[in-house]
């Protein structure tokens, strides 16, 4: 059975050596605390960069336990939720297999996958490590971003029911392989473009596919 093992909340912080602030230092809400979800994230949980952060579309991340446990093993340490930035953190869930339009339903709560983390300099800084970027985009294993098709309360412990995406799947992974590539084959556009994915990706999408004729 799936499980969400830890809901994360992010307060306002410095970026180490930097001048700007940053979100993504996020911590573990206590177990028996609820956390209200709404269309635009979580209650409480700071948003700073809303040009690449935030809105209906990554409204919520999530981080997968199985993707943590190939993290600590590669980095030869231990890794706490929320580490990674995301808000939720759910075992039980092989994450690179996660595809656009898969739900999560906890408690009252539903969640959509939208597209994957793109890992940025931010987050190489609070991983401590210049190759970050790199060696995250190597792994293929990016978490996964939400819309919040159905709002409510949550809070650790609680189950997780992973309701597979019915129509084409296209796993974030797939999605975060295809950063920075200028030709796409036209037929794994299509395919994207019969999912629910994230609005300015469709956008891009939908602009490569008119180009085509």
Known sequence: MAIL???NIGQTRPIPTKSAKTG???????QDVQVEVTKQGLTGDAIINRKHHGGVD????LYFADDYAYWEQ???REITPGTFGENLTIGGVEGRS????DRFEIEDVVLEVTSHRTPCNVFAVRMGSPGWVKQFFKAGRPGAY???IKTGQLRAGEPVIHVP????RISVSQ?????GQRDIDPELIRRLLKTPIHYKMRADFEERVALLF
């Open 74 to 76: 590669a980095l030869g």
């Open 5 to 7: 093992q830890s809901v």
């Open 58 to 61: 990554q409204a919520v991340y």
């Open 24 to 30: 993504i230092f996020k911590e573990p809400v206590d």
């Open 146 to 148: 939400c819309r919040v």
């Open 175 to 179: 999605l975060l392989a295809l950063e």
């Open 98 to 101: 996660v595809c656009v339009g």
């Open 165 to 168: 995406f019915a129509g084409e």
